[in-house]
Nanobody
Framework: QVQLVESGGGLVQPGGSLRLSCAVSASIFSSNIMGWYRQAPGKQRELVAT???????NYTDSVKGRFTISRHNVKNTVYLQMNSLKPEDTAVYYC?????????WGQGTQVTVSS
């Protein structure tokens, strides 16, 4: 069973930074995509950023220039460095692994941006 464990959320002031991490419990050798999604209260879950095992990256427009996604394939870990955080970034952030036509999700980690 593949499990994803996230860490790094918390409360930060506007303009601050946080780094999220997501560790996958199994070694994934086939083509895959890892990513971060978020869900704010009363809103649908939305894509934040994805990165393939070959390093192809995609960001949603609202985080471009502020967030950076990266991954360590040997450690089976994906990261999200979030800088210049805004109140509208407040949400539960979920890690996602997509491979073999299946999606796996982490439990979510709360990010709150507030003064």
């Amino acid at each position: 069973q593949v499990q994803l464990v996230e860490s790094g959320g918390g409360l930060v002031q506007p303009g601050g930074s946080l780094r999220l991490s997501c560790a996958v419990s199994a070694s994934i050798f086939s083509s895959n995509i890892m990513g971060w999604y978020r869900q704010a209260p009363g809103k649908q879950r939305e894509l934040v950023a994805t990165i393939t095992n070959n390093g192809i990256i995609n960001y949603t427009d609202s985080v471009k220039g502020r967030f950076t996604i990266s991954r360590h394939n040997v450690k089976n870990t994906v990261y999200l460095q979030m800088n210049s955080l805004k109140p509208e970034d407040t949400a539960v952030y979920y890690c996602n692994l997509h491979f073999n036509l299946l999606d796996y999700w982490g439990q979510g980690t709360q990010v709150t941006v507030s003064s």
